[in-house]
């Protein structure tokens, strides 16, 4: 399927707010409360200012500060492996200087095989002591890999993601990826670094607290003579945030002319975070966009006018914002879900429309995607919408949703034929559960998809696709040779040529290219 982006009457959208908006979610996956990463902003920008930075500089504070921790739900599924509930494991990380050896140490045994039993705990600090060590260090340079793919697919500039690489840099040295240290370290890093964990502590204890904190770590985590400025600062600086609604205030303070996207760029971006929300779990990587792309054509089989359909593809593409609010140990269970877990899922479309709702001018896609999970006859969720009081969008994005969640594997079973997929959802609307005009056009976009045969990057062989699309699900050398009915040898060996071939050297990271070019989407 193909599109011709034709924008809703009235869009214009401010790359700031897409931004801003995109970083309530990052809040969620860190274990935060929305607008941690706005307001850690606007902190740094109020140091910024007072160390008398100029316009440019201040335009790369803006928006690293938004973007630092985008990429930290990139290996949740690694972070849940070992850490249980990689939500609450961000979460708590701030409060530990983790450079130092005795709470780097408390940190990781507090949280290692969080949730488990105690000899499965065990033997998890038995492989931590061997692999797991490695693999944190991984993830880290992991986070800065993804934020930089997506500061290069919004188009921030170099100056920005050079200053994202040293997000997780310590004035010690101690840091990651390339261990700078002291004034090596880019003034924006430096400032956002502060101001996120100052944050924190502000919150659960005031400017005490976040003073306290500053000090402590002053000449290990952060620069001495910033910590200075701060504590002499920081009643000023938090007084100034406590007087203003710090949506409006992120929106109003970037600091260079208010960028407004254009269609096909807006349309770019929101690709881009599509792929970003869908990257947090193996199971959903691509669904997004093929939801997007499902949809959008269901809407041209129904005849919606033009504004309506790219309403709906834009719905689509934002509608599982709110999955990044649930943990991985959640969304990656092989098993059943127990009742709190269960209600923890019904929560993310609820959270979907709640982040959208900040910014007037994404709201309306967020009136739409908030109804993925809403059923004709009220039993669906959050709200438990029923009849006509779900739109018309709202109930074709459910339907194409529904379809193509069948079409992909979950932990807890395989993918669905196509034919199988489509009785499901016939008999959905059977039961009352999905419009009959809304499914069938779903059926129909889906049914005429053509396959074109095509080349694909980095030299893959089509089996080594078949291969990488089971890698980045998270199945190991064995569960692919099983899946695929050859040998482990076998199995192994693609493996390796595909993580040669794309330059990589983990699962997260092929996931990455995986997302980046589209491989997850049946063909």
Known sequence: ???????PAGTRVRLAELVATLSLGTDLGMGQPMEHVIRQSLIALRLAERLGLGEAERRVVYYVGLLAWVGCHVDAYEQAKWFGDDTVFKG????????????????????????????????????????????????MENHWLATNELATRLELGEEVRDSLYQTFERWDG??????????????????VSLADVVEVFHRAGGVEAAVAVARERSGTQFDPELVELFCAEAPEVFAELESVASWDAVIGAEPALAVVLSEERFERALEAIADFVDVKSPWTIGHSRAVAALAEEAARISGMPNDDVALVRRAALLHDLGRL?????IWDKPGSLTAAEMERVRLHPYLTGRMLAFSPALAKFGEVAVQHHERLDGSGYPRGLAGNAITPAGKLLAAADAYHAMREPRPHRPALTAEAAAGELRAGVRRGLFAADAAEAVLRAAGHRIGRRRE?????TARELEVLRLLVRGLSNKEIAEQLVISRKTAGTHVEHIYAKLGVSNRARASLFAMKHGLMADE
């Open 1 to 7: 399927m193909s599109h011709v982006s034709i924008a």
């Open 92 to 139: 708590d990380q701030r409060r530990y200087d983790t450079g130092r050896p005795l709470p780097a140490a408390a940190f990781v045994l507090g949280h290692l095989g969080s949730g488990r039993s105690l000899l499965e705990r065990a033997r998890l600090g038995v492989a931590f002591f061997g692999d797991g060590r490695r693999a944190v260090q991984e993830m």
């Open 174 to 191: 101690k840091g990651v990826p390339a261990q700078a240290r002291g004034p090596e370290i880019a003034p924006a890093a430096r400032l």
């Open 325 to 329: 609010g649930v943990a991985n140990s």
């Open 456 to 460: 694909l990057p980095a030299g893959l």
